[in-house]
């Protein structure tokens, strides 16, 4: 009901959905004033097998927009509304999901999310959602991981087109929280470099990572809270507790880049994020006093199989 | 020669089995036919007419093509094997030359130029290649019924009344109902896919018992993978107890399929056909349908390794990687052997014993020892390190958010280099964590009681309530150690007092580290000191004095 009264403020731009097939992987994301990020986000997302992106437009000025119109697999949506109110985007990706989602294997990620999965140099996407289907499954876990350049984030400016993660190549390995939200059987992941380096003294307040990005949708579903919950809660129930482990990727974040800067600025004047902004202060903050995020113990990303080695991300038993 | 004679047709036929990719089907179809070899195609029933048109149109005519009485196949019942007796009765009726029958599904894929399999089978043209064991030794039975399948009623279909199914079962268990076994049929299992003789294949489609038997195992459960197993055993006298088809199943029973990245591992197969392939798979279908097979070195068969491979898969699903806790990986409370990934120690009391304990212990295990990892201000790392291997910070704020995450985190990302750390009562003891290392069967844990005091006594630091403080740490020193004394560890565990551990400092000492250690190479003179304790018996007595309850180190007497 929520999603659906969100959903009048959206008003679509250009929409292509006739143009889905089934069997089509959808694509959903809220955006706003990334017109440097897309071509890289799209086209990375493309080759994956994604057949088709449903984008909400939040009132960007830089260009987005028409970019966007521009291209074929992609539909959208723009509002004017405040980010804050739709729970952060997420009524409104609701109603398109329950719109258009319903039986399609729908992946809900930003700009700067990019779904790594266990042999997703050699599989496209549809290999893993067929595979998942066949095991009964309907969601996908891939843990948020941020990542970040050596030196100060603004040393080496990001070119449209460009792999983000030239630049933000390390990430941390192996300084995760990890606990149960009993409630929704979620698991509560915060931690990397976030926590690290801005939550020092404050480590509840660090960022939930957990994600659960991928769901072969249907219209009793819902996302709860970003894509970190889902309802029915049976969704989040993504893990192993026997000490067996299920497939999962990961979501390289590739935040830290120095377009970040003026975001969080942006951001801050506009207080539209989660629990007053606080994260931005921070990176705002931090961003400016040490500039660093690198440390000695930082581990250069290769691919996906250092990935799985480092146990941030599970084959599970799909061989 | 006339140049356009009708070449001679193989001694190999194919029967296909088909419901999906009918794409797919249709190239490997063709690839059996440029070879000459016969092929009789059965595409399920559920199969819609527009699609059964589209597939006749991608194949075309060809005079060894046929398509064989359309039945609706659903998995684990009769009509798989009536769909695959009548491909294989027109395949005998119709192609004379054919001496052998491979048995193959739609997402099968050759893995051998067809010249090379009709070569070897034509050595071998009275064998028969069908898995084909008793069920009395098949333990590999994935989904529980085993001998059951043959001696209970199965009307109905599992995949659509799963319900009604089970139901059924647990009556028939209940009340005994149990069905005989037609003589002198031995019930025997295997793999479904098989490659049988003309002579074999004959003496089963025309037994004179067929009806009886075919009545029979219309109410068996899955007789797809009994039927010919169990029938070949009363015609045939040379079966080679093996399938020709590679499959691999997963722990639920159902086949892995094989992709692209799978070549390599595919060229070292002893069979000469896998199933299932991905249908999308096209560097597979690109390379094994065409002539690469036969242009390339060939390589030595390693089934081995396949088989290891997917046993490895298994084994990372039901069992997962000890010590390692992440989204797809969180074990229950209790659930596993091992909380953590490797051995590590803990000592309590020791640091304030002996002198300069972390830096004799490092140099003589050659570890990097770190000192009180749990202290209030921070993380005491080796070295003083403010951040650690797999970037953990030394903040005592996020290690206290999460401390057996903190513990189990570390331990994970220094695999390979065994952990020392000291720990004792003025550290942030928390009793998750003290539960969580007892309970490790990783963790050695070696305290000397009492010595929490010796700081004091050393008057390295002041409070103002000695006393009180002392009972502090008293009493938590109490709940760590009753912990350790429970029945519930599985950690290896050392205590004893100050007084005890006086008596014989450096056989304890040498003891706890060479349990560790096993090589750690140090002699009775590269012992580290006990550091003096002169006065300290005077001290005791001075806080008895104030008030301090006799219990603690009450056996301590220089």
Not at chain 2, 117 to 123: E, F, H, P, R
């Amino acid at each position: 009901m929520r999603a659906l009264r969100k959903s009048l403020e959206l008003k679509s731009r250009v929409n292509r959905t006739a143009a889905i097939r089934s069997g089509d992987i959808l694509a959903f994301t809220t955006l706003r004033n990334e017109l440097v990020r897309l071509p890289y986000f799209l086209d990375y997302y493309r080759a994956q097998g994604v057949g088709h992106f449903l984008m909400v437009d939040n009132a960007s000025d830089d260009g987005t927009t028409e970019y966007l119109e521009g291209q074929k697999d992609v539909s959208l949506w723009v509002t004017g509304a405040s980010y804050k109110a739709s729970c952060f985007g997420v009524d409104w990706l609701n109603h398109l999901q329950w719109r258009y989602g319903a039986g399609h294997w729908t992946l809900v990620v930003d700009v700067d999310e990019f779904l790594v999965y266990p042999f997703c140099d050699t599989r496209p996407l549809h290999a893993l959602t067929d595979w998942l289907e066949s095991q009964g499954r309907k969601s996908f876990s891939a843990m948020l991981l941020d990542m970040y350049p050596k030196g100060p984030v603004t040393a080496h400016p990001y070119a449209s087109g460009q792999n983000p993660f030239e630049i933000a190549r390390w990430f941390d390995a192996c300084n995760y929280s990890l606990k149960r939200n009993p409630k929704l059987q979620n698991l509560w992941v915060q931690g990397g470099v976030r926590a690290r380096a801005f939550h020092g003294d404050s480590p509840e307040q660090a960022p939930a990572l957990n994600k659960t990005p991928l769901v072969h949708w249907s219209r009793k579903y819902a996302y709860v809270s970003s894509t970190h919950m889902l309802l029915p809660r049976g969704l989040n129930k993504v893990y192993d507790d026997g000490g067996g482990e299920q497939a999962s990727g990961v979501l390289m974040h590739a935040k830290f880049l120095d377009t970040i800067v003026a975001k969080a600025r942006e951001e801050l004047h506009r207080g539209q994020h989660y629990a007053g902004s606080r994260e931005y202060i921070a990176y705002d903050k931090g961003l400016q006093d040490q500039g660093d995020l690198w440390c000695s113990f930082s581990t250069e990303y290769i691919n996906w199989r250092q990935l799985e080695i480092l146990g941030l991300m599970s084959k599970g038993d799909w061989a | 020669m006339s140049t356009d004679a009708r070449p001679e047709t193989a001694p190999l036929g194919v029967v296909m089995l088909c419901h999906t990719a009918l794409h797919r089907a249709a190239q490997v179809a063709r690839f059996w036919l440029a070879a000459n070899c016969p092929v009789v195609i059965h595409v399920d029933r559920a199969v819609g007419a527009d699609q059964m048109e589209a597939f006749r149109k991608d194949l075309g005519t060809h005079p060894l093509l046929r398509f064989s009485t359309r039945f609706r196949c659903e998995w684990g019942t009769w009509p798989i094997v009536a769909a695959t007796q009548a491909a294989a009765e027109q395949m005998l009726a119709e192609f004379e030359q054919v001496e052998h029958v491979l048995l193959t599904s739609g997402a099968c894929i050759p893995l051998r130029p067809a010249a090379e399999m009709t070569d070897w089978l034509a050595q071998r043209h009275d064998v028969d290649f069908i898995e084909s064991v008793s069920i009395g030794h098949a333990p590999w039975i994935k989904g529980g019924l085993s001998e059951e399948r043959f001696t209970l009623h199965f009307p109905l279909s599992w995949k659509r009344q799963k319900y009604a199914f089970d139901m059924l079962v647990d009556l028939q268990r209940r009340f005994g109902i149990r069905r005989e076994v037609p003589r002198p049929l031995q019930p025997h299992m295997g793999s479904q896919w098989w490659c049988l003789s003309r002579k074999t294949l004959q003496g089963i489609l025309t037994h004179p018992k067929r009806a009886r038997y075919d009545r029979y195992f219309k109410r068996t459960w899955i007789p797809d993978e009994s039927y010919f197993q169990t029938m070949v055993r009363i015609v045939s006298d040379r079966i080679e107890s093996r399938s020709l088809t590679l499959v691999k199943f997963d722990r639920n029973g159902r086949p892995n399929l094989f992709y692209d990245d799978h070549l390599q591992l595919l060229r070292r197969s002893d069979c000469f056909v896998a199933r299932k392939i991905w249908p999308d798979a096209h560097r597979l279908y690109d390379f094994f349908l065409s002539d690469h097979t036969t242009r390339e070195a060939p390589i030595d068969p390693q089934p081995a390794k396949i088989d290891r491979y997917f046993e490895l898969a298994a084994k990372q699903r039901t069992e997962g990687r000890a010590g390692l806790y992440m989204q797809s990986r969180f074990p229950l409370e209790n659930s596993v052997n091992s909380k953590t990934a490797a051995p590590y120690s803990v000592f309590c009391g020791f640091q304030q014993l002996f002198e300069n304990f972390d830096f004799w212990l490092g140099s003589v295990t050659n570890c990097r020892v770190h000192g009180h990892l749990f202290a209030p201000e921070k993380a005491e790392f080796h070295g003083g390190a403010t951040v650690y291997h797999g970037a953990i910070s030394n903040s005592a704020a996020l290690r206290d958010y999460n401390p057996r995450m903190f513990l189990a985190n570390l331990i994970w990302a220094t695999r390979g280099e065994r952990q020392c750390f000291s720990y004792n009562s003025r550290d942030n003891m928390n009793s998750e964590l003290n539960w969580f290392m007892a309970t490790d069967r990783n963790a050695q844990i070696s305290v000397i009681s009492g010595c929490f005091i010796l700081p004091l006594f050393r008057g390295e630091y002041k409070v103002d309530d000695v006393l009180g403080h002392i009972g502090w740490l008293q009493r938590r020193e109490q709940e760590f150690i009753s912990i350790l004394q429970s029945k519930w560890t599985s950690a290896d565990i050392r205590v004893w007092t100050l007084a005890e551990f006086l008596q014989s400092p450096q056989e304890f000492l040498s003891q706890t580290i060479r349990a560790a250690f096993p090589d750690a190479r140090f002699s009775e003179a590269d012992m580290p000191q006990s550091r003096p304790l002169d006065g300290f018996e005077e001290y005791l007595a001075q806080l008895r004095n104030l008030g301090l309850p006799p219990v603690l180190l009450q056996d301590y007497k220089r």
